[in-house]
């Protein structure tokens, strides 16, 4: 999608801090982590949010926390790790294309502000 940031940053045209790529995800290191490890994973093709994820994405959507799963162990966040998913502006999403946040290596407060 033309303008979209993560669209750019999935085709190479922006810079990132990658940490794992494949033929239909991207993940890589948020710019302003709240977490000592944070970072972002994207499906290449766009999706404006999770609102807009269908029956069809599952498979999508299970590679994508399957990956979550081992970049996190490799990483070392075995005391835990959170995903979120903001969507729209209650949501408080700023990056119109579906991402997945993963915070670890602190503890993370319940509920979330
Ligand atoms: P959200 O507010 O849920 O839409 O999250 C968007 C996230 O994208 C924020 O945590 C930003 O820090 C992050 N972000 C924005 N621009 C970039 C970038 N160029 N590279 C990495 N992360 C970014
Ligand atoms: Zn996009």
Redo the contacts with the bound molecule.
């Keep these: 999608m033309e303008n979209c940031?993560?669209c750019k940053?999935a085709a190479g045209e922006?810079?990132?801090?990658k940490l794992y790529e494949d033929d239909q995800i991207l993940a890589?290191?948020?710019?302003?982590?709240?977490a000592p490890v944070?970072f972002?994973v994207i499906p290449k093709q766009h999706v404006d949010s999770a609102a807009c994820l269908e029956e069809t994405d599952s498979a999508l959507v299970g590679h994508i926390f399957a990956v979550i799963a081992r970049l996190c162990k490799e990483l070392g966040c075995e005391d835990g790790y959170r995903v979120?998913?903001?969507v729209g502006e209650d949501?408080?999403?700023?990056?119109?294309h579906l991402?997945f946040?993963v915070l670890a290596k602190r503890s993370l407060a319940w509920p979330p502000g």
């Design positions: 940031l993560f940053i922006i810079p990132s801090n890589f290191h948020d710019i302003d982590p709240q944070h972002l979120v998913t903001n949501g408080g999403q700023s990056v119109k991402h946040h």
